[in-house]
């Protein structure tokens, strides 16, 4: 049988994702709205009397008038004549039902089978507040049930409601709406072409049609005509009010309230945590306590997982015959996969810790607070959770711009946030710092640990100049929009915050994840192949050298690993681009590291391991050591002071990160946003890059 | 207007349609009842109550209400 589809629609603040995961729990899914990047969450249940249902929650929105793209989903869902008749559970938080009904209405007056479920009623309780809800089914002809989808009070009531609403063929009770004269009259011109439609759906029409994705050219063009001299926005405002005013009364007759005494104890937190001076205080202070528990908790496990992945590579390594598909399956694949895996494990504390932060209602504080200085560098309040985001990676911090409904602070976003130092670049620091820094301290501070702070700081620095520079370059007429609501404080729904991290944790891997893999494989194969002459000429070389005694036959493997990627086809670009970044103090080594670390920043930590393996034969020390003692022909060391900051600068302003560029393709749409990124990001760490190298080296 | 902290107005309408379509879609309808409770630093955000309910807005987009004074402090 057929599963029932049941689509889940209501306010941001209604409790809706809680209601979803409440009843569907792992049965969930996340994938797009065909065409958008509006993410769709998917889920099933089945009723007690054997109903197989599928519940698609549609993005939160206050009205049928969106702000956003998320928001659009909901307009173009209730006016496409192609849709199947459906079931609605409309959402409501029971403490602000004056809020909510706006929306409710608008979705009615489409044809959809509605229930109406009172969110909250635990909170509500508390609150003395009551609703009569016998009144509301009277007036709005639909059930209505209160739940609490935090307890999972009224739960059982809930399906019985939603079991008798598939049964009955009952059919939907009439518009609220009452369109104006003008707007009948338009209506009726469009009667013929929209058959399908009622009238409300096809005033959404007039409102819409320059954007509603299922319109053919013809259809649009038709529209237009109708909607000469149609003042959308005048329309919305009348529209609006005369709902206001009908169920204003209502619900205000519907309501029983008592003194609100929890209102107090948030309004009382607020006055500490939105604090023009202590809140920021304590932003920062939350903040650094998140990046504290990211790198300490995450340490354990990246271990594991690092030693799991090494041992598998040295299991394919001793149980297969050796050849190419060997060296591919350790090489490429496995220490692919080991390079997603290894970032799970902070990926997922961040989005815990954020999960509870935006849980507890601390989020829309955050976002306040923000506002004002992120508007000075084009971004708006809610960049501040995807440039916090940002500090463990690109990819899921990308993914929570969806929010920001101004397009322009968005792509801003957007295109700033690969500026702060991510997971990725740690490892590369963690090098580079410690050769780049002496151990010692300077007053009580440890240099390196300075070091480590001040290359953060950098990219923070970098991404905020990089918005103000946006702000004053990208032009689009839009107006932004802060118009924030404040939820009042509560408990984490613990169900909420585990399932929020396993999506996003899902997402990163099965998005950025495939791309990290394929490019891994790719550059495993440059690295491993090169022109057959020469391949055969770099082995014929070691050999020589181990038969004359240069080279101990210990160390031969090793050799024989460098001198191969020297003339493979890696080996090849990193020469051919040498003269490109030797002003920075470069060789074609550090050339083939940049190239490596494309797939994702860290290998390029491997990339070095393997380059530098020749040296010394004792083989025990550090691959820091190693680096060292590299020579350029002319017996200089490679790896300078002036070479190793060069490179860390460069580390914290390129774009060296392709599966980052892949979600900003998909993210704007086009490629062009990504390019210009990309070519922002690669010159000024180009320059900053050569800055630093000439400044040291002059000294 | 200033919009000091502590004051109280009633909402008469808006003079730019796209903030009163963002608005009324929020629930902040003429008749609201708005109170500065307090501002961040630099003051270009602002946290209101609307009817007793907390709600951040930029000052921009408050100079686009029409609001009947009615100080109280």
Known sequence: MRPVRLYLAGNPNSGKTTVFNLLTGLHQHT?????????????????????????????????????????????????????????????????????????????????????????????????????????????????????????????????????????????????????????RRKVQELQKEFAALNDYQRLLLLHHYRWLPFLSEAERERIAAVAQGFDSLKHQVEETMQRYNRFLPVIRSAIRRAPDTRRLLSDRLDSVLTHRVWGPLIFFAIVFMVFQAIFSWAAYPMEWIDGLFSQLANIVRSRLPAGW???????????????????????????????????????????????????????????????????????????????????????????????????????????????????THFLIFNLQGLAFAGLYLLGVIAALGAGWVLKHVLHTGEQGFLALQLPSYQWPVWRNVFLGMWEKTRSFVLGAGKIILVISIVLWAAASFGPPGQMKAAAEAVRQEVAAGRISPERSADALAARRLEASYAGRVGKWIEPLIRPLGYDWRIGIGLLTSFAAREVFVGTMSTLYSLGDDGGTESLREKMRQARLPDGRPVFTRATSLSLLIFYVFAMQCMSTLAVVRRETGSWKWPALQFTFMTTLAYLAAWAVYHLLSSL | MQFKRGETFQVKGFRNKQIASKMLSIGIIPGSRLTIVRQVLGGRTLYLKVDGFPVALRRRELRAFVLDESRHS
Request: hydrophobic letters at 45%; proline letters at 5%; one cysteine or more.
């Open chain 1, 31 to 183: 994938g797009n709205f065909p065409g958008v990047t509006v993410e769709r969450k998917r889920g099933h249940f089945r009723l007690d009397t054997g109903e197989e249902v599928e519940v698609i929650d549609l993005p939160g929105t206050y009205s049928f008038y969106p702000t956003s793209l998320d928001e659009r989903i909901v307009v173009q869902h209730f006016a496409d004549p192609d849709r199947e008749a459906e079931f609605v559970l409309y959402i409501a938080d029971m403490n602000h039902l004056d809020k909510h009904f706006l929306l409710l209405e608008q979705i009615m007056d489409t044809g959809a089978r509605v229930i109406l479920a009172l969110n909250m009623a635990d909170q509500a309780e508390r609150h003395r507040l009551d609703v009569d809800v016998t009144r509301l089914r009277h007036v709005l002809r639909i059930p209505v049930i209160k739940i609490s989808a935090r307890t999972g009070a009224g739960l059982a009531e809930l399906k019985q409601a939603l079991h008798e609403l598939f049964q009955r063929k009952q059919a939907p009770p009439g518009p609220f709406y009452k369109l104006s004269d003008a707007e």
């Open chain 1, 325 to 439: 598909f060997r060296d591919l399956l350790a090489d490429g694949v496995i220490a692919g996969l080991g390079g997603i895996v290894i970032f799970v494990p902070q990926i997922a504390i961040l989005f815990f810790l954020l999960g509870i932060l935006e849980e507890i209602g601390y989020m829309a504080r955050a976002v306040y607070l923000f506002d004002s200085l992120m508007q000075r560098f084009g971004l708006n309040g809610r960049s501040i959770v995807s440039l916090i985001s940002g500090g463990a990676c690109a990819i899921p911090a990308i993914m929570t711009t969806r929010t920001i409904t101004n397009w322009k602070e968005r792509l801003t976003t957007i295109l700033t946030v690969p500026f702060i130092s991510c997971s990725a670049r740690l490892p590369v620091y963690v090098i580079l710092v410690g050769m780049a820094v002496p151990e």
